[in-house]
RNA sequence: GGCCCCAUCGUCUAGUGGCCUAGGACACCACCCUCUCAAGGUGGAGACACGGGUUCGAAUCCCGUUGGGGCUGCCA
């Protein structure tokens, strides 16, 4: 029987963990919990110069909140110096490393001039790389630090790594790190696979200068860590029946790193945006006034202290339909909670032309004294169009510009009726009186 | 430059020699539904980079060209 496999995810911690690294991560733990497997989580802090603990404890926060539980570590290489100082006396002692003239206590690997050196990779089938085309190259800083080559042939050994899946762009290191377990006297390799690299507009490698790159703005930005998971999961893989809203229980057991495809992959905003919105309507709505109150209550576009919970709640299904992120939420609710409305000026202008005082005036004199009550509201609305020879959805207009300040929003009657008669009335004559005076002008 | 990887609609993909007049999804357009906006429904436009082979038959296999990308660091 074959072991049980164990793959590890191994970022180094100099910045946040970005799209692509979350991408790399999602891959290695959905193989691990598909094949029942061993999830490492390791930190190549190797590099003194540029770890910094906050990326350290920013990275593992990140993946809890994506919901990849890692199994073991997280291992520091920072704190397994001496495995790496005994593999160095190893290669030198064979003199299958050394240090280089006038190039002062590093060491570097004697690549041999001869062979090439090949490897199964999942993904992309055999790969062969001529040994002669590698340099000889460091495996021992000056500070006496390892290098990656050389902490990462170490680790995958030492912690018994069956598979590597990472991104494509490490796959011209694998000759030379397996190379070195070779020299270290490890003669079975691991399995590969390379993942297609996420790639920006420009088709190049993601990368912070393309902006938007760290997971936790995505989480900041009002995006749902189950639909950011999925749309992470769909970059390189599909599942067989089609479907693109895919629970993660599925893709766990559907996922094959044989399915993966081998063609970088553009990180689509828009699809990410639609894949929100279905994850944020398929929520209770319990769930989604509970994931929303945060953006309502932490700098919103109102006096904080107007905002009132059980509006939100009469509104929050009407809400949860017509947004694709919660950063969004506010911005649907805004009128209820603001002193006063300001007006979209485009709104106004389209909604304010006549009969539009007649149609406020008139409403004004209904809505004092109907039943207040979504349905009345929209029958009293529909009557007062009539009169003028207006469809309700011409008649609505007005209206809802002068209460809401904006032509869309959620619907109108029932924001009416959770709005309260004094303030919908209050609202009306002031967007009566502002008609008038813009035609005195 | 050298080495390596890749190549289906704008984007993510399905497709593993005949089921392909190439399917789905996002985005886009039109219509329907409708109090606005969404959501939903229907329809539309839109791709096998090119050239050679192999084969009765190629998006699928092989070779080449072109194009794109990655690596080439005492980063990972």
Known sequence: MAPSPRVRFAPSPTGFLHVGGARTALFNWLFARHTGGTFILRIEDTDTERT????????????????????????????????????????????????????????????????????????????SIKNDTLEDFVVVRSTGHPTFYMANAVDDVDMGVTHVIRGEDLLPSTARVLLLREALGTTEQPVFAHLPLLVGQDRQKLSKRHGDV???????????????????????????????IVP???????????????????????KLDHINGEYIRALPVATFVRESLPWLESDPPWPPENFDADVFDRMASLVQERVKTLAEVPGMVDFFFVDEVTYDEKSWQKAMK????????????????????????????LEVGERHGLKLAKAQAPVRVAVT?????????????????????????????????????
């Open 354 to 381: 006549s009969p539009a005082a007649a149609v406020l005036d008139d409403a004004i004199v209904e809505y004092e004294k109907c039943e207040w009550e979504p349905t009345v509201l929209h029958q009293i609305t």
């Open 52 to 127: 910094r603990e906050e990326w350290v404890d920013g990275i593992q926060s990140t993946l809890r909140w994506l919901g990849l539980d890692w199994d073991e570590g997280p291992y520091r290489q920072s704190e397994r110096a001496e495995l790496y100082a005994e593999a160095a006396h190893k290669l030198v002692a064979s003199g299958q490393a050394y240090v280089p003239e006038g190039e002062a206590s590093v060491i570097r690997f004697r690549v041999p001039k001869e062979g090439v050196t090949s490897f199964t990779d999942l993904i992309r089938g055999e790969v």
């Open 214 to 244: 760290a997971l936790e703005d995505y989480r900041d930005k009002g995006y749902l860590a189950e639909a950011l998971r999925n749309y992470l999961a769909l970059l390189g893989w599909a599942p067989r029946d089609g479907r693109e």
């Open 405 to 441: 300040g904006r032509s869309v929003g959620p619907p109108l009657f029932e924001s009416l009726a959770v709005l309260g008669r004094e303030r919908v009335l209050a609202r009306l004559r002031a967007a009566w009186q502002r008609i008038g005076s813009e035609e005195e002008a």
């Open 248 to 270: 993660i229980e599925d893709v766990v057991s559907e996922f094959q790193l044989e399915d993966v495809t081998k063609a970088a992959a553009y990180f689509d905003h828009q």
